[in-house]
């Protein structure tokens, strides 16, 4: 079905957009195919691990070389985009992820896997490095806070899509089919993102590598986004290394879950997608720093809740330790969109190679925490990674900045 763009209405003053429903729900699109395939393995982990004769460390890393690749692009496509713009690499960087999705379908090895996973991985910041620059530039203050918190709920909402598809698309069909399904997903997505997401009116090119390596040199010394940075990486640390393993700890005795069970698990993402747009009245109101240090304490307490007996018990866990990762995220997004004002796309490049480097090193971590200690050693290096976050948030964050009371 052809999706035609409404008209955007603009200020007669400024000329920022007004977000339409049919823009909101582009902004949120655009956040599902960024993530629709970054976490999709996870649902049939155990599977890939029989399939391919991996180790728990090897099919933990299916997920971490996709991190690990956005991480080590993130910064050079934020200075790509500063310099050629916003629309387009969005548009090409959906599209691009197609492409090695499809041909997972010919996958025979676990390091064939491997490769085209962090290829992948490649495409992904094209998306969610350039979106954050483009909605920064392109909303009014009050509505950008919004408008970010759409698009978070998007890519939540492309997180679960990923892993609930895969998971039950491989109790009808073989993985590697099931991916070819889900690169036809991505190609349909950068159609509707092409037609839907209106074109930048606020973007000013910066041409020049000497511009960009000074735009990086302020943004390195910035202890704002140094502060984002530090958070970013324990962040994902801890949602990386959790969604991860939590499905080889239910795939064993006692549990036995099957991969839709496991993709069942997912709906937790769910409640992402109603909890983001929430916080980003709230951040406002009660400010960044008292948000985040709430958000973190609560995923915390939910990591360490999934160390329960009943399955019941641990999906609501899950859910907890979700939620609070939703609103550290949002928080923390805004955060750079308030506070950094020049080179928001590098900016947002450096912040998304953190975190990005922090799922990486959950996804190895979390690894051989539970190959030495099983679920009770992965959950004690969650705990400990998150307490670190607290500890930066307390410390780092101003307690005040515009826009929060």
């Known amino acids: 079905m ?30 599902v195919f960024a993530f629709v395939q970054v976490y999709s393995v996870q649902s049939i982990l155990p599977e890939l691990q029989r399939d391919l004769h991996a180790s728990v460390v090897q099919v933990g890393n299916t997920v971490g070389m996709t991190v690990l690749a956005v991480a080590l692009m993130s910064p050079f496509v934020g200075m790509l985009s500063d310099a050629v ?32 996973r962090f290829l992948q991985g490649l495409a992904v910041p094209g998306v969610s490095v350039v979106i954050i620059a483009y909605i920064g530039e392109e909303f009014r203050s009050g509505l950008m806070v919004r408008v970010m918190t759409i698009y978070v709920a998007g890519s939540v909402l492309g997180g679960f899509l990923g ?91 006692p549990y036995g879950f099957s991969s839709g069970a496991l993709a069942n698990i997912f709906v937790v993402y769910l409640l992402g997608v109603v909890i983001t747009p929430m916080a980003g009245r709230l951040i406002p109101r009660f400010g960044v720093r008292r948000t985040v240090l709430v958000a973190v304490g609560i995923s915390a307490a939910g990591v360490l809740l999934t160390l329960v007996q009943p399955a019941w018990g641990i999906v609501v866990a899950l859910a907890i330790a979700a939620c609070g990762v939703f609103i550290t995220q949002s928080a923390t997004m805004t955060f750079i969109a308030y506070r950094i004002t020049s080179g928001r796309s590098l900016a947002s490049g450096l912040y998304y190679t953190a975190y990005y ?5 959950g996804a190895w971590v979390g690894g051989i925490a539970y190959t030495l200690g099983a679920w009770p050693g992965t959950v004690a290096t969650l705990i400990a990674t998150q307490a670190i976050g607290w500890l930066i948030a307390w410390r780092f964050m101003p307690r005040t900045m515009p826009g929060a009371r």
């Open 85 to 116: 713009g916003r629309k387009w690499l969005i548009v090409g960087s959906v599209f691009a992820l197609a492409v090695p999705t499809a041909l997972i379908t010919q996958v025979q090895t676990v390091h064939g896997l491997l490769l085209l």
């Open 2 to 31: 052809t999706i035609l763009p409404t008209p955007i209405q603009a200020s007669s003053s400024d000329d920022y957009i007004r977000p339409t429903l049919l823009l909101v729900l582009t902004v949120a699109l655009v956040g």
């Open 357 to 361: 480097c922090g799922g990486f090193s």
């Open 163 to 253: 892993r609930f598809l895969m998971g039950h698309l491989t109790e009808f069909m073989a993985w590697r089919t099931a991916f070819g399904v889900m690169a036809a997903l991505n190609l349909a997505g950068a159609v509707v993102v092409w037609r839907g997401l209106p074109a930048s009116r606020h973007f000013v090119a910066k041409k020049g590598i000497s511009s960009s390596l000074n735009t990086l040199g302020q943004l390195l010394r910035n202890p704002s986004l140094q502060v984002a940075c530090a958070l970013g990486f324990t962040v994902l640390f801890g949602l990386v290394g959790l969604f991860t393993f939590v499905n080889l700890h239910l795939a064993a005795a």
